[in-house]
Each structure stands twice: as structure tokens, then as C-alpha cells.
């Protein structure tokens, strides 16, 4: 995309969702761990794999609140409110909620910074040419367009 750029999408879970995360895993794991020393008559496969895999689904609920967190506060939504949805309503239904509802992602000027619709074709905040637009209309032209489709113009 020419002169607009998009967030980096790395860092997106804060660090503080990844200790949480770690933690949660550490707590659920001791716990079904002492369950399962004191509950002897539980077969083999479920004393190997209840001990990772039920901390590993309550750790990876605690990375999905933390992305709730950091995406919506990049796309400029209600953070906390969501963040609080993604918590509080059980089964996940919040962080379902949330992917389905979710604002698009904004895109930045390259030279002034300023969030803006993707499909613009000149940045509201310092008038630079993002996409290509007609010469005539100046409004945003798609690929492989030999004419405006708004104005008729040959382009
Ligand atoms: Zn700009
Ligand atoms: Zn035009």
C-alpha cells in the first residue's frame, strides 16, 4: 500500500497478559496436579495430558482477553469495556463478540501520522496522495481501471 501504513501486528498481547497467562498455567497445574495425587483411580493417559492440556485452555483464555486488550485499543474501540466483556461472559461469548464486532483497522499517513478510512485516496489530516486517483475527480482509483468509474475520465 503506497504512503499508508498499517500497526505492527506483534506486540499486540501485552506483556502483562503474557505473565497472567503464565501464572494461570503454573496455578491450574498445581492444582489438577494435587487432584490428581489424591484421586488414584484415575487412568494413566488422564494423569499425563489433564496436567498440560487444562492449564495450557486457561492460559490461552487469559492471551485471548489480552488480545481483546490490545487490538481493540489500536482500532481505537471502548478497550476497557471489551476487555471487561471478554472476562466477565462466560464460555468465551465475549471474545467471540468482540471478533465479530470488532471496528476495521485504521491505516496511518506516512508523513503526518493521521488515522484514516483504508479505501481514502488523499490523508485528511495533510492532503498527501495515498492511492492513485483520478485526475479529474481525485477520487481513489482501483487496479487495472483504463477509466474512472465514478467521473467516465480515461485514467
Ligand atoms: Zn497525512
Ligand atoms: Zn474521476
Same mark, same amino acid.
Given at each position: 500500500m503506497m504512503g499508508a501504513q498499517?500497526?505492527?501486528h506483534r506486540a499486540v &498481547?501485552? *506483556?502483562v497478559a503474557w505473565l497472567i497467562a503464565g501464572v494461570v498455567f503454573a496455578i491450574v497445574f498445581l492444582f489438577i496436579s494435587v487432584l490428581l495425587i489424591r484421586e488414584n483411580e484415575a487412568p &494413566? @493417559? *488422564?494423569r499425563i495430558f489433564a496436567p &498440560?492440556?487444562?492449564p495450557l485452555i486457561f492460559a490461552s483464555y487469559a492471551l485471548a482477553v489480552g488480545y481483546v486488550y490490545g487490538d481493540s485499543k489500536r482500532r481505537g474501540m471502548r478497550h476497557v469495556m471489551w476487555t471487561l466483556l471478554a472476562i466477565f461472559i @462466560?464460555? =468465551?461469548v465475549g471474545i467471540i463478540l468482540y471478533f465479530i464486532l470488532r471496528d476495521p483497522m485504521p491505516v496511518y499517513c506516512s508523513r503526518c501520522g493521521h488515522p484514516m478510512n483504508p479505501g481514502f485516496a488523499f490523508c485528511p =489530516? /495533510? =492532503?498527501s496522495n495515498i492511492l492513485p486517483a /483520478?485526475?479529474?475527480c481525485h477520487r481513489t482509483l482501483q @487496479? =487495472?481501471?483504463t477509466h474512472c468509474a465514478w467521473c467516465g475520465a480515461r485514467v
Open positions: 498499517r500497526h505492527d &498481547i501485552p *506483556a &494413566i @493417559p *488422564a &498440560i492440556v487444562i @462466560p464460555n =468465551g =489530516g /495533510c =492532503g /483520478c485526475p479529474s @487496479p =487495472g481501471w
